[in-house]
């Protein structure tokens, strides 16, 4: 399986999604098509794999960041932008992992149920920063008021009442907070999309801090307000000319 999810990985660059084959990766592997189908039931199955896989290992770079932030002390607004930063720098390293799980959605494919876990990863992360800031006090949100019933899911609910964010409709305060979890999911894929798809070429002086800018101008509406010029110059001595792009 590790063979077979490496020659994926490998065709999935050379092809994309829509041009991945079970009979290329035989071919690569230098099996006959129809072993490969003892390992997967078929091309679908396959690109299920490798959805899972990289909703896991973007999840992992979250939690991973995550983690190291709050070990640093970093307060829960600061916690978002070293994620946020993560991701971005999980993009631009596996360019065609973050297009399977975050573009263009591949004509005829539905992913299953099994790859929910794996795609909370990154949701969950951004949650638990949101109650973090609620529960220090520091969430103080600038967007705008809104009754939250009828805006997300009741799975959404579930869910975050399980990470301890919301669940209580009466606690408008938090519950509308879960529901701006939104707003941090959305604009992480987007400035993470636009940079990556050359949107903002010829546009930024400096990519890495025009991207810290965009996270940090959508979380001060949901109540996360990041020390730019702080950690800018907290860092200033680390960053080198090769980050400017």
């Known amino acids: 399986m590790r063979d077979l999810l490496a020659a994926a990985r490998a065709r999935l660059a050379q092809d994309g999604a829509t041009g991945l084959s079970l009979r290329a990766v035989a071919r690569d592997l ?13 091309r679908d199955a396959l690109l299920t794999l490798l959805v ?11 939690e991973d960041a995550a983690a ?4 640093a002390g970093h307060a829960p607004a600061r916690r978002w932008l070293e994620v946020a930063r993560a991701v971005r720098a999980w993009a631009l390293a596996d360019r065609h992992a973050y297009e399977l799980i975050y573009g263009t ?13 794996p795609a909370l990863r990154v949701w969950a992360v951004l949650v638990d920063v949101l109650v973090d800031a609620a529960a220090d006090g520091s969430l103080r949100p600038t967007g705008p ?19 301890g964010g919301w669940g209580d409709a009466a606690d408008l305060a938090r519950h509308r907070a879960g529901v701006r979890s939104l707003t941090l999911f959305s604009s992480l894929l987007g400035a993470v999309s636009a940079d990556l798809f050359g949107h903002l070429r ?5 990519a890495e801090r025009a991207f810290d800018v965009t ?8 109540g996360l307000h990041v ?8 860092q200033g001595a680390t960053r080198r000319p090769t980050d400017r792009s």
């Open 30 to 42: 230098g099996l006959a098509s129809s072993a490969v189908y003892r390992y997967v039931p078929s």
């Open 52 to 62: 899972s896989e990289s909703y896991d290992a973007v999840g992992r770079v979250c």
């Open 68 to 71: 190291a932030s709050r070990a």
């Open 105 to 117: 959605p591949l004509p005829g494919y539905v992913a299953p149920r099994d790859t929910v876990a």
């Open 145 to 163: 008021d809104f009754d939250p019933a009828g805006v997300v899911t009741p799975g959404v609910h579930a869910f975050g009442a399980e990470r």
């Open 202 to 206: 010829g546009v930024h002086e400096d």
């Open 215 to 222: 996270v940090a101008t959508a979380a001060a509406g949901v």
């Open 227 to 234: 020390d730019l010029a702080g950690t800018w110059a907290e």
